[in-house]
């Protein structure tokens, strides 16, 4: 045992530990977590679920609102659909993007209202 291990804090809180232990997820589904936050990373990204959030919109109004090109925007769109957090409808030929689920604006709102804190 080395010295760091003989000098615990306070002995350890085995109770504590096991409780932890049993509630903690798969291995894989906090992969999938990790993985889903990644997407959160793009501030692109984040822009494009802020203005679905806002109202369903095709590639090119998200474009005009994001001064950004419609390939461009179509590229992130995509991102978002394979983390199912954008969803597409189509109306003839225009396809609409909107938010899949009330999930995916909960979690932009509490990261813009952390880092506003």
């Known amino acids: 045992m080395s010295s760091t291990e003989n000098n615990c804090c306070c002995g350890g809180h085995e109770d504590i530990a096991e409780k932890i232990s049993n509630i903690m997820p798969d291995e894989a589904v906090l992969y999938d977590a990790a993985e889903l936050l990644k997407v959160f990373g793009d501030p692109t990204r984040i822009r494009i679920i802020f203005v679905l959030g806002q109202n369903e919109l095709c590639v090119c109004d998200i474009a005009k ?7 461009a925007i179509s590229h992130q769109l995509r991102v978002l659909k394979q983390a199912r957090l954008v969803k597409a409808r189509r109306n003839g030929k225009t396809i609409f ?6 999930h995916v604006q909960k979690i ?6 952390h880092v506003m804190e």
Request: with cysteine; aromatic share 16%; glycine share 0%.
């Open 97 to 102: 993007y909107s938010l899949c689920d009330d």
């Open 108 to 113: 932009f709102y509490c990261a813009m209202e």
């Open 65 to 71: 609102l994001l001064n950004m090109t419609q390939s």
